[in-house]
């Protein structure tokens, strides 16, 4: 997980503290099945194999993926 270190403000019992904490980067990915387009997910831009195929596959959309391919923010499923 890319994970982003940031300056941010911390309130606690209204005292304020200037802090650094971790964010997660996450990125607009479009799926397609069979190069039809299928859906716009919010993801860590990790393992776009994995969510791909993961997803027609729990969404019930297909039992199987052959093959994925990855080119940039899209994520292309074929079975």
Known sequence: MNLYQCPAVQVRKNRMMQIKDNVCIEDTFRLYLNDEP???????PEQRNELGAGFVVCEGLAQGVDNVNVSGNEIREFQ
């Open 38 to 44: 299928l859906v716009e997910v919010i993801a860590s």
